[in-house]
């Protein structure tokens, strides 16, 4: 099974910056992309950035200009590094990642969500 692990959350006042880092570990033969996603309370879940294995990679339009996504393929950890941090920016931050294990089979897993806060 593939693990994920969130890191880098916390409080930041408005206008602050936090960087977020998701490691993946487990029987990994490859990982073909990796992104963030947000949770506000009383809100669906939604994809802030994603990335591919060739680097490819896409925004909210929300996040666009402020969120920069990055991956490091030789340690499968993915990066969301966040600026110009606003109040509506405050949810849980999940981790998720998708490829292949070790057999051939697929897989797709979700880390255990980061709390990001921003206010003053």
């Known amino acids: 099974q593939v693990q994920l692990v969130e890191s880098g959350g916390g409080l930041v006042q408005p206008g602050g910056s936090l960087r977020l880092s998701c490691v993946a570990s487990?029987?990994?033969?490859?990982?073909?992309?990796m992104g963030w996603y947000r949770q506000a309370p009383g809100k669906q879940r939604e994809l802030v950035a994603g990335?591919?294995?060739?680097?490819?990679?896409n925004y909210a339009d929300s996040v666009k200009g402020r969120f920069t996504i990055s991956r490091d393929n030789a340690k499968n950890t993915v990066y969301l590094q966040m600026n110009s941090l606003k109040p509506e920016d405050t949810a849980v931050y999940y981790c998720?990642?998708?490829?292949?294990?070790?057999?051939?089979?697929?897989?797709?897993?979700w880390g255990q969500g980061t709390q990001v806060t921003v206010s003053s």
């Open positions: 998720n990642a998708r490829g292949i294990v070790a057999g051939d089979s697929d897989f797709g897993s």
């Open positions: 487990g029987s990994i033969f490859s990982i073909y992309a």
């Open positions: 990335i591919t294995s060739g680097g490819s990679t």
